[in-house]
């Protein structure tokens, strides 16, 4: 496949650059778990390496890192008021709010001690937050040791929460990554359930969405366009199947699909293996991080060496 690679069509055309970024002399990462982007177009890589959280500025020039022997496993990273950012540690069951600099404000959970394995209570492997775009309350998605959804104030103040493990409205099979929108609306990309499911600031269950396959990360634009990090493929007779991602697909408010991005599972230009984190940028360019060596490695493959785990999707 030509490094040239343009996916989508219309107002949904991206080039790929799977080698965007700058990386400085001696720094590196395993894999790419969340992205995350600033006022100023400045990309914010949550990665499972040495250096947790690595800054780049919109060309892809690297700016700074942050975060050496805070994290033990980066999950999840959003933004939130005043351009703070929320950082889900699955590894030991925190949410920390942190500055732009790395300067912890709050910390969520209690760092090394999980709740009992679905207990309800909060954390065991938190996955992700969102904010209430009115209020700044912070919703937390706790979703492989729960099956559940926190709701806090700004302060960290528990509200309730909601959900269970199952397959109904309202139940959970890995609430892995959250999202609002500009009503306040709280979408949960609910992975094993091949969902996303939205509900009121309230808990109350709205609606479901159906046609996504193992959603992983999901990311609400300014203009309310909705862009879902699919998995893909859980089992190896899967891999080859078509129409089932990996990819990145882009939603409208109720659910209607407007673009599917990627041309399946593989290591080329164009193609994806995990899709795990995602968010878009003021000029709508797609930001996709990639677990791609744990997916690899669960498979029973040994990943090579130099795995691709982030790619920008500019917009053409």
Not at 204 to 222: A, K, L, M, T
Not at 239 to 263: F, Y
């Amino acid at each position: 496949m030509a490094d040239d690679c343009i996916l989508g069509s219309g107002d949904f055309a991206y080039r790929v650059e799977p080698n965007w970024q700058t990386m400085p002399e001696g720094y590196e990462w395993r894999e790419v778990a969340a992205v995350a982007v600033d006022g100023d177009d400045n990309v914010y890589v949550f990665n499972r390496g040495p250096h947790p959280m690595m800054v780049f500025d919109k060309d892809g020039e690297f700016i700074k890192s942050w975060g050496e022997g805070v994290f033990t496993r980066a999950h999840g990273v959003s933004v939130g008021p005043d351009d703070t950012l929320y950082c889900s540690d699955d590894g030991d069951h925190t949410v920390r709010q942190c500055t732009l600099d790395g300067e912890v404000l709050m910390t969520i959970g209690v760092p090394g001690k999980p709740a009992p394995l679905f207990s309800g209570n909060p954390f065991n492997r938190c996955t992700h937050t969102a904010t209430d775009p009115k209020t700044g309350d912070i919703y937390v998605s706790d979703g492989y040791g729960n099956s559940r959804v926190h709701k806090y104030s700004p302060d960290g103040r528990l509200l309730f929460s909601w959900g269970a493990p199952g397959t109904d409205p309202g139940e959970f099979s890995i609430a892995h990554n959250i999202a609002t929108d500009a009503d306040g609306y709280v979408y949960v990309a609910d992975r094993e359930n091949h969902r996303i499911q939205i509900f009121d600031a309230k808990g109350n269950f709205e609606d479901q969405w159906p046609n996504v396959h193992r959603p992983c990360g999901i990311y609400i634009s300014d203009d309310q366009r909705v862009y879902v990090g699919e998995l893909g493929w859980g089992m190896a007779v899967q891999r080859n199947v078509p129409n089932i991602g990996p990819r990145v697909s882009v939603l409208d408010r109720r659910g209607n699909t407007l673009a599917r991005l990627g041309n399946g599972y593989g290591t080329e230009v164009g193609q994806f293996i995990s899709p795990h984190g995602i968010c878009i940028d003021s000029a709508k360019n797609i930001y996709v991080g990639e677990v791609s060596h744990t997916n690899i490695s669960n498979s029973g493959e040994t990943p090579p060496d130099d795995l691709r785990t982030l790619q920008r999707l500019t917009k053409s």
